[in-house]
Antibody, heavy 120, light 107 residues
Framework: QVTLRESGPALVKPTQTLTLTCTFSGFSLSTSGMCVSWIRQPPGKALEWLALIDWDDDKYYSTSLRTRLIISTDTSKNQVVLTMTNMDPVDTATYYC????????????WGQGTLVTVSS | DIQMTQSPSSVSASVGDRVTITCRASQGISSWLAWYQQKPGKAPKFLIYAASSLQSGVPSRFSGSGSGTDFTLTISSLQPEDFATYYCQQANSFPLTFGGGTKVEIK
């Protein structure tokens, strides 16, 4: 069955770089159309899409965050990595990774999320 | 960017009530719209895709409609397990965007 799991630090300091890893199973990111996205949710607030990488290694980013984000994949390890630079307390959120069967398809499987707190 | 506006932001309803949530896109997105349900402390659950197609396993009391810029999610008879926050999301173009959410609360 399809599973995704996020991992990374629970606490980062302001100005530091955050690196999150999404480890997935039950599907291959090499399959035509397949995509993995990162989505975040500040406490008590709405969902915000951050970035997507597809089967062809095309990458798409949030307009407001694109200068701070890098998404990459290690297909041999079934992992997608998100790097976010210059972290700020407003970046405190639960970060999710999610799968979609194509860029225009919904997120049909989600990880459980990982809470990242930005504080000195 | 395409802005997604949901209304209302919250609604109080009783078990058995019919509840309708609206999602409006700032520009036309054809039928490239999905709906999600999120309960506290949990990841969102995908309910509806292509504006009106029910995901397998989702109860038939949930339905979606609309195209272009205006969409609705309807729960025909609210059940206790339906109290949650609902989000719309457009998949027409990048960047992908979500609505601000609608919290369905117990009256």
């Amino acid at each position: 069955q399809v599973t995704l799991r996020e991992s990374g630090p629970a606490l980062v300091k302001p100005t530091q770089t955050l690196t999150l890893t999404c480890t997935f199973s039950g599907f291959s990111l090499s399959t035509s159309g397949m995509c993995v996205s990162w989505i975040r949710q500040p406490p008590g607030k709405a969902l915000e899409w951050l970035a997507l990488i597809d089967w062809d290694d095309d990458k798409y980013y949030s307009t407001s965050l694109r200068t701070r984000l890098i998404i990459s994949t290690d297909t041999s390890k079934n992992q997608v990595v998100l790097t976010m630079t210059n972290m700020d307390p407003v970046d405190t959120a639960t970060y999710y990774c999610a799968r979609s069967r194509a860029a225009a398809q919904p997120f049909d499987y989600w990880g459980q999320g990982t809470l990242v707190t930005v504080s000195s | 960017d395409i802005q997604m506006t949901q209304s209302p932001s919250s609604v109080s309803a009783s078990v058995g009530d019919r509840v309708t949530i609206t999602c409006r896109a700032s520009q036309g997105i054809s039928s490239w719209l999905a709906w999600y349900q999120q309960k506290p402390g949990k990841a969102p659950k995908f309910l509806i895709y292509a504006a009106s197609s029910l995901q397998s396993g989702v109860p038939s009391r949930f339905s979606g409609s609309g195209s272009g810029t205006d969409f609705t999610l309807t729960i025909s008879s609210l059940q206790p397990e339906d109290f949650a926050t609902y989000y719309c999301q457009q998949a027409n173009s990048f960047p992908l965007t979500f609505g601000g959410g609608t919290k369905v609360e117990i009256k």
